[in-house]
T-cell receptor
Framework: GAGVSQSPSNKVTEKGKDVELRCDPI?????LYWYRQSLGQGLEFLIY????????KSGLPSDRFSAERTGGSVSTLTIQRTQQEDSAVYLC????????????FGNGTRLTVT | QKEVEQDPGPLSVPEGAIVSLNCTYS??????FMWYRQYSRKGPELLMY????GNKEDGRFTAQVDKSSKYISLFIRDSQPSDSATYLC?????????????FGKGITLSVRP
């Protein structure tokens, strides 16, 4: 079956512009996560969805970052007024909900803010 | 001090070598320990999953957890060029859907033919 799909795979934007990153999780996976992977920083948790609700958004770095999930499926991460420090790979992962089952990651969106 | 520390490497070994990768952590509440492998331009994929202290073996891979020392290891026997990737340790306090993972920074391994 299809894995986690993220689009676009690459995005170059000018400082100050808004960007939208999309994640299409594995069908039937109820939980969805966004992580950010910066050079030399590892993966940082951003936000977690259970269904369409976000019980934990503690990792969002500023109010320029927001995310939503609709229909318990597709999620969109929006970054407003992008800054150069937002340049990173944004990874989405979905989870079927069973204990000990793994997170399934997409291949990420590589965002470059010029 | 970061919650999870991992030697950033990089690490280069000849084919057939035994590789040892390690992470230390500071939060004693972590109970679940994982190793992820990430190939270039790809998302991480789960390699090993361990609960609490002990060893777990899967083919050429062995994961060890020592909670008393807050130290986890991944051993790769008979390393192959196809093992060349970035390896990330990860851990969480709980399992299930709310198991927010804390990752190490990752170490890049290169296995020379």
């Amino acid at each position: 079956g299809a894995g986690v799909s993220q689009s676009p795979s690459n995005k170059v934007t000018e400082k100050g512009k808004d960007v939208e990153l999309r994640c299409d999780p594995i069908s039937g996976h109820t939980a969805l996560y966004w992580y950010r992977q910066s050079l030399g920083q590892g993966l940082e948790f951003l936000i977690y969805f259970q269904g369409n609700s976000a019980p934990d958004k503690s990792g969002l770095p500023s109010d320029r970052f927001s995310a939503e999930r609709t229909g318990g499926s597709v999620s969109t991460l929006t970054i407003q007024r992008t800054q150069q420090e937002d340049s990173a790979v944004y990874l989405c992962a979905s989870f079927e909900g069973m204990d000990n089952s793994p997170l399934h990651f997409g291949n990420g969106t590589r965002l470059t803010v010029t | 001090q970061k919650e999870v520390e991992q030697d950033p490497g990089p690490l280069s070994v000849p084919e057939g070598a035994i590789v040892s990768l390690n992470c230390t952590y500071s939060n004693s509440a972590f109970q679940y320990f994982m190793w992820y492998r990430q190939y270039s331009r790809k998302g991480p994929e789960l390699l090993m999953y361990t609960y609490s202290s002990g060893n777990k073996e899967d083919g050429r891979f062995t994961a060890q957890v020592d909670k008393s020392s807050k130290y986890i290891s991944l051993f790769i026997r008979d390393s192959q060029p196809s093992d060349s990737a970035t390896y990330l340790c990860a851990m969480s306090r709980v399992t299930g859907a709310n198991s927010k993972l804390t990752f190490g920074k990752g170490i890049t391994l290169s296995v020379r033919p």
